[in-house]
């Protein structure tokens, strides 16, 4: 033993004496929950940093003695990619002068664990240009062939995101510096919720902040005043993949209020919230769609609020279609007990 220990590398930390061939095949096993664990830690704050923000998996050589520790790279794991916490999808159609500021508002968030996914929708002006200007790894531009239109466009973005979070963002509005952070800590510490936006201000085409539109927070709140009108800001949420997923995404039979009938649909199955805080800035100007098309959106939304009343109507009638139908059940077990009992007392 003692010679093998000593013509061998060892991993050797107090008690602990494991070949390193050995440790190697250990890792592969460990790892998924390694990422997990570092990762949660991180996020509430216990660890300032974690290796597996790197491109490929790395493990610790020496026990942690301080933050500066040696590590190498096993190149047996050197697939295992990370996938990054949140995705940011925008939709890009013809936004040219405001598409920086849109840009620079999510790269200089104080969270970096993300990926950018930028559809451009079939722009016709210098957007795609300004996009590829940027050097940024975490920007991912798709481009469509032909202009697809909104929803489309994010429902392409739904398919081809990895994070485990999705983050929208309008390719005219600005996102405020902690925005990511706050609402990525928000869906970590709260697991039955899947959506989170926030307050949000109001700006002009300067960037001129106008006034605080302050939202409902909780969810009992939300719930009850979601059947009449759309509390969210589309540009300022964030929402959990596997709920979205798992509502459909977006219907693509609105062009418009898209969002109004995607939170109605999650709102069955999971907890909606906003935080209090101003995360975003929406940009309203006279050419903007919210100002332009505004009748054909108060169209869409009333359209959707009759279908969410129907699909509920529906489930009502459901449930009362199966209690009856228990109710009958019990009865014919009833009478068959009854007869039962009467053709033995004859």
């Known amino acids: 033993m003692a010679e093998e220990k000593k013509n061998s590398k060892f991993y050797?930390?107090?008690?602990?004496?494991?070949?390193?061939?050995?440790?190697?095949?250990?890792?592969?096993?460990?790892?998924?929950?390694?990422?997990?664990?570092?990762?949660?830690?991180?996020?509430?704050?216990?660890?300032?940093?974690?290796?597996?923000?790197?491109?490929?998996?790395?493990?610790?050589?020496?026990?942690?003695?301080?933050?500066?520790?040696?590590?190498?790279?096993?190149?047996?794991?050197?697939?295992?990619?990370?996938?990054p916490k949140v995705t940011v999808l925008m939709s890009v159609y013809n936004c040219e002068r405001y598409l920086r500021e849109a840009i620079d508002s999510i790269l200089n968030q104080t969270f970096k664990d993300f990926e950018f996914l930028i559809i451009d929708d079939g722009s016709t002006d210098s957007s795609a240009d300004i996009i590829r200007s940027y050097t940024d790894p975490r920007i991912r531009l798709v481009q469509n062939?032909?202009?697809?239109?909104?929803?489309?466009?994010?429902?392409k973005g739904l398919k081809l995101a990895k994070g485990q979070y999705i983050a929208r963002q309008d390719a005219d509005d600005i996102s405020l510096?902690?925005?990511?952070?706050?609402?990525?800590?928000?869906?970590?510490k709260n697991l039955g919720y899947g959506v989170v936006g926030s307050s949000y201000y109001h700006i002009d085409g300067s960037g001129k902040r106008g006034p605080l539109i302050?939202?409902?927070?909780?969810?009992?709140?939300?719930?009850k005043e979601l059947k009449k009108k759309n509390l969210f800001g589309h540009g300022s949420v964030m929402m959990r993949r596997d709920a979205v997923l798992e509502a459909g995404g977006y219907d693509e039979r609105y062009?418009?209020?898209?969002?109004?009938?995607?939170?109605?649909?999650?709102?069955?199955?999971?907890?909606?919230?906003?935080?209090?805080?101003?995360?975003?800035?929406?940009?309203?100007?006279?050419?903007?769609?919210?100002e332009r098309k505004k009748a054909e959106q108060?169209?869409?939304?009333?359209?959707?609020?009759?279908?969410?009343?129907?699909?509920?109507?529906?489930?009502?009638f459901d449930l009362r279609r199966l209690v009856l139908k228990l109710k009958e059940y019990w009865i014919r077990r009833k009478l068959e007990l009854i007869e039962k009992t009467d053709r033995k007392s004859v």
């Open 12 to 83: 050797d930390k107090g008690q602990c004496n494991i070949p390193l061939h050995n440790l190697k095949q250990y890792v592969g096993q460990a790892i998924d929950s390694a990422i997990f664990y570092a990762k949660a830690l991180k996020e509430v704050g216990i660890i300032k940093h974690y290796l597996v923000n790197w491109p490929y998996v790395y493990y610790r050589k020496q026990c942690i003695k301080s933050e500066t520790v040696s590590e190498f790279l096993i190149p047996e794991l050197s697939f295992m990619k990370v996938n």
């Open 145 to 155: 062939e032909k202009n697809i239109g909104l929803t489309r466009s994010l429902n």
């Open 177 to 188: 510096p902690e925005r990511l952070e706050k609402q990525t800590a928000f869906l970590f």
């Open 214 to 223: 302050q939202v409902l927070t909780k969810n009992t709140e939300i719930q």
């Open 255 to 290: 062009k418009y209020a898209q969002d109004y009938d995607l939170w109605l649909r999650i709102a069955k199955a999971y907890r909606l919230a906003n935080i209090e805080q101003p995360l975003y800035c929406w940009r309203v100007t006279p050419f903007c769609i919210s």
């Open 298 to 316: 108060k169209h869409y939304a009333n359209l959707i609020i009759l279908r969410a009343d129907i699909r509920e109507r529906k489930i009502l």
